[in-house]
């Protein structure tokens, strides 16, 4: 997030973030695009539309990736 978007001030993304919402952490859905974008690209996963409409929390992203990741090593 830091690396794609940033952090609003006042958000300390070091802390247990994984179950908060994105907009609880200053995020929209423009920046989750972004993320998701950067994401697929770096490990080579294709996050569809309607895969991304449902991430809301950043462990729900690493959930997905971890997911795709396996499926693809099968």
């Given at each position: 997030?830091?690396?794609?978007?940033?952090?609003?001030?006042?958000?300390?993304?070091?802390?247990?973030?994984?179950?908060?919402?994105?907009?609880?952490?200053?995020?929209?859905?423009?920046?989750?695009?972004?993320?998701?974008?950067q994401?697929?690209?770096?490990f080579d996963?294709?996050?569809?539309?309607?895969?991304?409409?449902?991430?809301?929390?950043?462990?729900?992203?690493v959930?997905?990736v971890?997911?795709?990741?396996?499926?693809?090593?099968?």
């Open positions: 997030m830091r690396i794609s978007v940033g952090v609003e001030e006042g958000v300390d993304l070091d802390g247990p973030i994984a179950e908060l919402e994105f907009t609880e952490l200053g995020y929209d859905s423009l920046a989750l695009a972004e993320v998701v974008s994401v697929s690209r770096r996963v294709l996050i569809g539309e309607d895969e991304a409409l449902d991430l809301t929390t950043p462990g729900a992203v959930a997905l971890n997911d795709l990741l396996a499926r693809a090593a099968r």
